[in-house]
């Protein structure tokens, strides 16, 4: 088999309808070509400071304490995925995981099934 040198550029472009703030960094380190049109803040941690904020952190750890922590294998994201305390909804679209999972966690930590707020397509 030859191998070959390949000398080209790639460039990837993303349109974002809606991200999280502190993802931005990730796109620019790596030189994504974006557009955003509404970066978020963190719920909790945009909202709140002080022993507020800790009171907040406690209050919505102790409501996840009620849900499984794992689903079909899959850990429970607490506060979203990567932490990112995401309130964010679009309907008719699939619900980010990394939206607290309060809001749409399928089971509750004994194994039970419940009805979330808001509905998630696991994959």
Same mark, same amino acid.
């Given at each position: 088999m030859?191998?070959?040198?390949? @000398?080209?550029?790639v ?23 974006? !557009? !955003? ?15 507020a ?5 406690? @209050?919505?750890l &102790? ?8 689903d079909?294998?899959? #850990?429970? #994201?607490?506060? +979203? &995925? +990567?932490?990112?305390?995401?309130l964010?909804?679009?309907? +008719? ?7 607290? #999972?309060?809001?749409?966690w399928?089971k509750?930590?004994? +194994? @039970?099934?419940?009805? #979330? ?7």
């Amino acid at each position: 088999m030859n191998n070959k040198n390949w @000398d080209f550029e790639v460039s990837i472009r993303a349109i974002i309808l809606v991200g999280m703030e502190s993802t931005r960094n990730t796109f620019e380190s790596l030189k994504i070509d974006y !557009c !955003c049109f509404n970066w978020l803040k963190k719920g909790i941690a945009h909202n709140y400071a002080g022993a507020a904020l800790k009171k907040a952190y406690k @209050d919505m750890l &102790r409501l996840e304490s009620n849900l499984a922590s794992e689903d079909s294998g899959k #850990p429970l #994201p607490s506060l +979203g &995925r +990567g932490r990112a305390e995401a309130l964010y909804y679009h309907e +008719g679209g699939n619900l980010p995981n990394s939206v607290f #999972p309060v809001f749409w966690w399928p089971k509750l930590y004994n +194994g @039970d099934n419940r009805t #979330p707020l808001l509905f998630r397509f696991q994959n």
